[in-house]
T-cell receptor, first 115, second 114 residues
Framework: DVKVTQSSRYLVKRTGEKVFLECVQDMDHENMFWYRQDPGLGLRLIYFSYDVKMKEKGDIPEGYSVSREKKERFSLILESASTNQTSMYLC??????????????FGPGTRLTVT | KQEVTQIPAALSVPEGENLVLNCSFTDSAIYNLQWFRQDPGKGLTSLLLIQSSQREQTSGRLNASLDKSSGRSTLYIAASQPGDSATYLCAVRGGSYNTDKLIFGTGTRLQVFP
């Protein structure tokens, strides 16, 4: 089974702190994604990565950056946390197979509260 | 811009009922559609994925259909159980200007009571 793990289930940080959210997958997937989920807004894509050291902006990249130094690990960075970044953060990965499935597998999520 | 809508937003049914969850999307040029389940405070579990060339997929008591031309998908749950209580999300990949991303609906929150 594919396993996607996230470093923390719950996190509380103060405004202005630098925050790192870590995601690791164990299936050698090329693609990795970071989403945030908010009531009434659904899941929105922040950043994604097709390969090591590659990254692409999603729909709401402002206030975030990412790092992918190794294939299995994709980090989301909040350079200076703000209260409007309080949310559930979900990481996902997928195997890119041309002409075949593009099923995304999700981690358990990190509930981040910025006070 | 691809938009995904799920109706109803919430549904409460007695155990044993068969039920249908609806998902619609505005741009029919999709690659595939995926149904997920999310328990409160948890991540997403993939239930079914339908490729654009397929009409339906089945897994146990779940059956998902896809009518790409009309921009609709349904998730049919047979003989519902309290353990089916969760939020169900659909997501599409693709669209005329969006070939790489999953676009999610806001979900249907299902409660099955004994």
């Amino acid at each position: 089974d594919v396993k996607v793990t996230q470093s923390s289930r719950y996190l509380v940080k103060r405004t202005g702190e630098k925050v790192f959210l870590e995601c690791v997958q164990d299936m050698d997937h090329e693609n990795m994604f970071w989403y945030r989920q908010d009531p009434g807004l659904g899941l929105r894509l922040i950043y994604f990565s097709y390969d090591v050291k590659m990254k692409e902006k999603g729909d709401i990249p402002e206030g975030y950056s990412v790092s992918r130094e190794k294939k299995e690990r994709f980090s989301l960075i909040l350079e200076s946390a703000s209260t409007n970044q309080t949310s559930m953060y979900l990481c996902a990965s997928s195997l890119e197979e041309t002409w075949r499935t593009y099923e995304q597998y999700f981690g358990p999520g990190t509930r981040l509260t910025v006070t | 811009k691809q938009e995904v809508t799920q109706i109803p937003a919430a549904l409460s049914v007695p155990e044993g009922e068969n039920l249908v969850l609806n998902c619609s999307f505005t741009d029919s040029a999709i690659y595939n559609l995926q149904w997920f389940r999310q328990d409160p405070g948890k991540g997403l579990t993939s239930l079914l994925l339908i490729q654009s060339s397929q009409r339906e997929q089945t897994s146990g008591r779940l059956n998902a259909s896809l009518d790409k031309s009309s921009g609709r998908s349904t998730l049919y749950i047979a003989a519902s159980q309290p353990g089916d209580s969760a939020t169900y999300l659909c997501a599409v990949r693709g669209g005329s200007y969006n070939t790489d991303k999953l676009i999610f609906g806001t979900g249907t929150r299902l409660q099955v009571f004994p």
